[in-house]
């Protein structure tokens, strides 16, 4: 993991030379700037953890150049002002602007690694919280002791432990975030932004904008989401979603650790470690051509499988208990506990929604019941009666379809319908989605619904 960036900025070269010094040995990476206007070039390249500026500089002053940060919102961490003239109004200017302390010269060393340290221990809490506050429930645990689920939490902790490139795959609901949070949580980046991208929901004509930043022909910048990920982790789901231009600058960020904001040519360091992650085999989009063939190779460095639930069923009592526990301490809901024969039910069932469904099954149930056990009748009303799928020879509706209830037979005949596109595609989903006009996403989702494996129809 790099070490936390530092920009000292002081017209003095003695004073930028003596902290850059000292700064070093205590193990922070710096960049120095004589004047406003390379701070600002710094600025925009480097994005620092912590800026050190002088008050007192000929051109625009440190006071100045804090007020242009703070209403430009380019400010990634604290700011600590230095003055050797330093007085009780200049203080409080500085403070009012967003300042976090003020040190005067000449400069106690002792007084300025401590006021550094507490700067960004107080910047990390605040990131930290606003973590929390975009997302309440935090899981980093793998729950299950399933030989799979075991297995899986050995793999996890391994990578943890290295920097490479993780590909998750596997069906919605299985967890995925939950393995990129635990690889966060065990590795050395630990302390660092963990950046959640979720690419299905972001505007396609804007994501390289969004994920990369921009900048305009006079200077200004807008940091994106890569910026904010400087350090630490940058977990991209549903990685199929990304735009060809997208694409193209990614991979050649993980081939040289630097990329391009819009609108400029010059790079920037690339500093975070790329978790993505898939509910579908990434080859089919590559020989679809939705996917560029060097990102797939690139992202593929580890590939993970997570299994999906109806895989480690036994790990379905744990789960629950699980459950119940998080959502009684976390969202204040009461206690109620699944008896033998609810957690043997609930063992059997499909769970096309994985741990996600489970999980959500476990909220209403909490939310809706009165008694303090819940038993096995009440279990099944809230799955609610499955919908089985007929075997017989696609194409050959039988008789008995008409004498089904409507959501069943419409069931029935979406899976036929499916199967016999997918003979004739080859068992290839692009070819599939063209011929049926629906979008990839939403067709393996539809697939996986109806026990639908487009692998067993491929030549």
């Known amino acids: 993991m790099s070490a936390r960036l530092i920009l000292v900025v002081d017209d003095e070269p003695d004073i930028r030379q003596i902290v850059s010094e000292i700064l070093e040995d205590e193990g922070y990476r710096v960049e120095t700037a004589e004047n406003a206007e390379r701070a600002r070039d710094i600025q925009r390249q480097r994005r620092p953890d912590l800026i050190l500026l002088d008050i007192w500089m000929p051109g625009l002053d440190g006071i100045s150049l804090l007020k242009e940060w703070r209403e430009t919102k380019v400010l990634a961490g604290p700011v600590i002002m230095m003055s050797g003239h330093g007085t009780i109004e200049t203080a409080v200017e500085a403070t009012k602007l967003g300042a976090y302390d003020f040190i005067e010269k000449p400069l106690s060393t002792a007084k300025m690694l401590l006021t550094i340290e507490n700067a960004l221990r107080a910047s990390q809490l605040e990131q930290e919280n606003q973590g929390l506050r975009r997302q309440v429930i935090q899981n980093h645990e793998i729950v299950g002791n399933s030989r799979g689920m075991q297995q899986l939490r050995e793999q996890a902790t391994r990578l943890a432990a290295h920097d490479a490139t993780v590909l998750l795959y596997g069906e919605p609901g299985v967890g995925k975030e939950t393995i990129a949070r635990f690889l966060h949580a065990h590795s050395s980046r630990k302390s660092r932004p963990f950046i959640k991208v979720v690419l299905p929901v972001l505007e396609p004509s804007q994501l390289a904008e969004q994920l990369f930043g921009s900048e305009d022909a ?3 910048v807008q940091y994106g989401l890569v910026d904010q990920a400087n350090g630490g982790f940058l977990y991209l789901m549903e990685v199929s979603e990304l735009d060809l231009e997208s694409q193209r600058i990614l991979v050649r960020a993980l081939e040289t650790r630097r990329f391009a904001r819009v609108g400029v040519q010059t790079e920037i360091d690339f500093d975070c470690r790329v978790i993505a992650s898939s509910s579908h085999d990434l080859q089919d989009d590559v020989e679809g051509g939705h996917f560029l063939e060097a990102l797939f190779y690139q992202l593929s460095v580890i590939p993970l499988q997570i299994p999906p639930l109806r895989d480690h069923a036994e790990d379905i009592p744990e789960l629950l208990n ?10 204040g809901l009461p206690y109620r506990h699944f008896t033998f024969p609810a957690q043997n039910f609930l063992r059997n069932q499909r769970w096309a929604g994985n741990m996600l469904e489970l999980r959500n099954l476990v909220q209403r149930l909490l939310l809706l019941g009165t008694e303090v056990d819940i038993s096995l009748e009440e279990a099944e009303e809230a799955v609610g009666a499955s919908i089985p799928v007929f075997n017989h020879e696609v194409g050959f509706m039988p008789e008995s379809l008409y004498d089904l209830p409507l959501r069943q037979a419409r069931e029935q005949f979406e899976h036929d319908y499916l199967v016999y596109q997918l003979k004739h595609a080859d ?7 063209d011929q049926v006009k629906m979008e990839r996403t939403h067709l393996y989702r539809k697939m996986r619904s109806l026990g ?6 491929g030549r």
């Open 218 to 220: 006079h200077g200004n």
């Open 322 to 331: 699980y459950y119940v526990n998080q959502l009684t301490s976390q969202e």
């Open 427 to 433: 068992g290839n989903v692009s070819k599939l989605a």
């Open 452 to 457: 639908v494996d487009p692998k067993k129809y």
